[in-house]
Every structure is written in C-alpha cells, then in structure tokens.
C-alpha cells in the first residue's frame, strides 16, 4: 500500500496550478477539462488534482495496493460498517478500486491497475508525496478506525496528532486534535535536505517565509518547512520520514516532549500558529457519491458456508 496523491476541488484552480508549477517546484502533467494534474520526479502520472470549483473541499486522498489488498478492504471496510463504493478512477493514470468514507468524512481512494509512468530529471521536483495529513474532532477515534477497517498502524501518538502507516514509512497519513475536520496539510517528499532548502529560499525569492521551519520533527525524524499556499491549505516540504520495522513500538505523548521554548528538535524556527489554523480549516470534505456494497451478499454467503 502507497500513498499516491490528493485531488481537491477549489476556485481558480488554474493560479493555483501556476504557483504549485512555477513557484513550488512541480511539474505539469495534463489539463483535462477543469481539471490541472501535477506531477513530480517519480512514477506516479500525478501527485496533486486541482479542478475548478466554487467551493474549496477534499475530493479525495488515493493510495494504491495489489489486487489482494484491495479484496482484505473490501471486507474489512464492510465488516466496520462504513460507507464505500466501487470505483472506477476518471483521473489520471485510471485504475479502478474503492472510495471509503471514514467516520469524520475523509475520503479515501484505493486504486489498483493504475498507470505509472518514466520518471522525469530535476533536483528540486517532489518525489511523491510523503503524507496527506487530516484534522480531526476525535483523532484516537479515528487511530482506532483505520487500523480496524483499513489494517493501517498507529505509529506514535504526541499531544497534537494521531501518526498512522500503511508500509514502512512512519506515517503516510495522520489525524490533528483539532476539534473539527479538514485538511491539515499535504507534505511533498524531497529528493534531500538541500532540495528542502532549496525550496525555502525559491520561496523567499517570492516573498513568502515558512509559517514553521526549517526544522526537524520528532515522530518520523523528517525535515520540513510549511508554508500557506496562495491558494488556501498548508503545504510542506519534506525529507527522509523514518522508516519503521513491523514491530514498532507505537509512543505515547510523554515520549515526545521538549524543552520549553521548543517545538522540534532543531528549535530554530518560529510558528505561526494562528496562520496555520486559519489556512487548516479552508478544505473541508465532500462526499458526491451513494454508498453500494462492496460485496454481494450472495458472496458472503458463500465465503459462510465454505
């Protein structure tokens, strides 16, 4: 399982396709229709969706997986009693599989047979994206819930946020304490600290500052620099998030503390929290589907009485 990308629906989607090609450092990989699909360095035909629309909201946030993996969440998804449907991917790249509503209403996509395509050369494109991260009213809650009808795993726990993998990287997602549900933030994976520093000062070079960075976290070990894109959510840049065994031991928030003054293990940036917060609660979710089984009974019949 692999985090691939996220597609937000939001206005003038076409400014905020030029300063994420133009300023942030991706590439264009194809306007069809209203829609802008961005790339980076990797495989993947694209990374970010933006389409036209009135409203700013989360589409939806897509992984991919085997055609095994996709078979497990189809049952688990089911068993927990969540609303789901078959999909069939009109995005980039296609691919059919499932689309998930959890609890607070994000959205997620499993896709398998999607198209990958050659990697393309430059040293400050993002890679992949590293992790989409959610606020969240009840963010134990939803730890909980992803790892019953998902089989992903809580990696750490902090005062702030609920950490969650799917693979080996200490988090391809993760749940805020907020209070409420949105979009948190989208973390773009950098080729090295230099690219992530390398991006800061192209940044500057635009008038804009990070709203928190460079620094370095404690869960997951990553370098990062966020800053408030033009177009409204957190977007961040990113380096070498941990990777974890198996049987990692998932920490508490009394593992993850620092001195005072501090808010990473660098300590050398400031934050601006009330930006944050502000650009944090900008991308809700929005569910345009009806929910269908994911398995005919006649299915779970059979697999009853086998």
């Known amino acids: 399982m692999k985090l691939r990308s996220i597609e937000l629906a ?31 360095s990797g495989s993947y035909p694209y990374l970010v969706a933006l389409t036209e629309s009135a409203d700013a909201y989360v589409r939806s946030t897509t992984f991919v997986c085997t055609a095994d993996r996709l078979e497990q969440l189809k049952r688990s998804v089911t068993a927990a009693g969540l609303p789901a449907t078959p999909t069939v991917s009109e995005d980039l790249g296609g691919g059919h599989g499932i ?68 693979n080996d990287s200490h988090h391809s997602t993760a749940f805020a304490r907020a209070g409420f549900p949105s979009l948190n933030h989208i973390a773009f994976e950098m080729a090295d600290m230099d690219a992530v520093m390398r991006g800061i000062g192209r940044l ?11 620094g370095r976290h404690g869960p997951g070990a990553n370098v990062f620099a966020y800053f408030i894109a033009p177009f409204g959510p957190v977007i961040e840049f990113s380096t070498a998030v941990e990777k974890v065994a198996e049987d990692y031991q998932a920490g508490a928030p009394e593992d993850w503390t620092w001195p005072e003054g501090r808010i990473d293990q660098w300590g050398m ?6 930006g944050l917060r502000a650009a944090e609660e900008k991308f809700r979710h929005r569910r345009d589907w009806d929910a269908q089984p994911l398995i005919q009974p006649q299915d779970l019949i059979n697999e009853e009485q086998a």
């Not at 999607?114 to 992949?128: H, N, R």
């Not at 500057?204 to 460079?214: E, I």
Request: contains cysteine; proline residues 5%; negative net charge.
């Open 10 to 40: 939001l206005p003038h989607a076409g400014e905020a396709a030029a300063f994420l090609t133009d300023i942030w450092g991706m590439a264009p990989a194809a306007q069809e229709g209203e829609t802008h699909y961005l790339r980076g």
């Open 99 to 166: 689309i998930v509503e959890l609890a607070e209403g994000e959205l997620l996509r499993f896709l398998v047979d999607s198209e990958e395509v050659a990697p393309i050369a430059g040293a400050d494109l993002p890679v992949k994206l590293t992790h989409v991260v959610f606020n969240s009213a009840d963010a134990e809650a939803t730890g909980h819930l992803v790892e019953q009808a998902l089989g992903f795993r809580v990696s750490d726990r902090t005062k702030g946020m609920v950490f969650v993998r799917c």
């Open 204 to 214: 500057r070079d635009h008038d804009m500052v990070p709203a928190w960075g460079p």
């Open 269 to 274: 940036s400031d934050k601006d929290f009330a």
